[in-house]
């Protein structure tokens, strides 16, 4: 199942109540550690089951939370292009995405 219209850990715990709708969902995959963090809230709150719930991004809820999570190195990321914009000299750089279980 996907759901569309999640960008933010509110919109997250929102559209919670349509998953819970859903049993044989034993894990939500979501697109960040905040919306990830939502999703968690509200089958905490609503006294569901939860299911194995993870993020991208290795932010602070997810690390607080104890969420897993897909660490897509955006800080480095973020180091490496502002290091091109600088450069004269262009190349390419792989970042390798990690899985962090928690």
């Excluded at 969420?67 to 000299?89: A, R």
Aim: charged share 25%; hydrophobic share 40%.
């Amino acid at each position: 199942m996907i759901l569309e219209g999640v960008a933010i850990e509110e919109d997250a715990y929102q559209k919670a109540s349509e998953l819970w709708q859903h049993p044989e969902i034993d894990c939500i995959f979501s697109n960040g550690d905040d919306m990830a963090a939502g999703f968690m809230q509200a089958y905490e709150e609503a006294g569901k089951q939860l299911p194995f719930i993870m993020g991208q991004e290795n932010m602070l809820a997810g690390r607080l939370l104890g969420l897993s999570t897909i660490d897509n190195k955006s800080y480095q990321l973020g180091q490496e292009s502002f290091k091109q914009v600088l450069s004269e000299e262009k190349k390419t750089i792989v970042l390798k995405s990690e899985f962090i279980q928690r």
